[in-house]
């Protein structure tokens, strides 16, 4: 399956600031997706990457709070802005459609855990 | 939206017991994985089953869409198999893109040595 790598591993942050999340992919993909874990809940999908062209949000998400880029097919970012508490979360970047796992099966990265303070 | 129920919601274990974790799904799906996700939070990929039975060592999975559940069989069990296991869904109606996983609550497996 796809190698896939998150910056940061895990970060602490202040009320009120922004951080964004990377990325990278070791092959290109067709899809990239950001799912959100709460903690000690399951995940939720926030939205998907799209490539050249603006992200897909779920309902419940926005792009003012987390806008996202795609600017190839091996990169993405997920910015958290201005957060609070409640964005202490584990952020995880999944991609599918590469050339070993298949088309359907999603993989996941390792995860960004932020806590918010 | 499609509903995932997973059970047990807790499982404790001693070391070389086996167990059977189930996944119950309200709606026809074209993708169904199935994931553990270790102390450290990483999610590994179990098994991609929509349909049919898969094995992979200890472990294996069973998928009855036309009943919609599928199920995960974990023998002889190890303390390294102790995680959480998330059952995973898109459903298949309104071509919802197969990447769009909706994931049950979880069964949180602890193995004792």
């Known amino acids: 399956s796809a190698v896939i790598s998150q910056k940061p591993s895990r970060d602490i942050c202040q009320r009120g600031t922004s951080l964004t999340i990377q990325c990278q992919v070791d092959?290109?993909?067709?899809?990239m997706f950001w799912y959100r874990q709460q903690p000690g809940q399951s995940l939720t999908l926030i939205a998907t990457?799209?490539?050249?062209?603006?992200?897909?949000?779920e309902s419940g998400f926005v792009i003012d709070k987390f806008p996202i880029s795609r600017p190839n097919l091996t990169f993405s970012t997920l910015t958290v802005s201005n957060m609070s508490p409640e964005d202490s979360s584990i952020y995880l970047c999944?991609?599918?459609?590469?050339?070993?796992?298949?088309?359907?099966?999603?993989?996941f990265g390792a995860g960004s855990r932020l806590t918010v303070l | 939206g499609i509903q995932v129920e997973q059970s047990p919601p807790d499982l404790i274990l001693q070391e070389g017991a086996n167990s059977t974790l189930r996944c119950n799904f309200s709606?026809?799906?074209?993708?169904l994985q199935w994931f553990h996700q270790n102390p450290w939070g990483q999610l590994i990929n179990l098994f991609y089953?929509?349909?049919g039975t898969k094995q992979n060592g200890r472990l294996s999975a069973t998928t009855v869409a036309t009943e919609r559940y599928s199920l995960l069989y974990i023998s002889s069990s190890q303390t390294t198999d102790s995680g959480v296991y998330f059952c995973?869904?898109?459903?298949?109606?309104?071509?919802?893109?197969?990447?769009?996983?909706?994931f049950g609550q979880g069964t949180i497996l602890t193995v004792h040595p």
């Open positions: 999944s991609v599918a459609g590469t050339a070993l796992s298949g088309a359907n099966v999603l993989t």
């Open positions: 092959s290109q993909v067709t899809m």
């Open positions: 990457a799209n490539q050249g062209s603006e992200a897909t949000y």
């Open positions: 709606d026809s799906v074209n993708n």
């Open positions: 089953i929509p349909s």
């Open positions: 995973a869904v898109t459903r298949l109606a309104g071509g919802t893109s197969y990447g769009k996983l909706t």
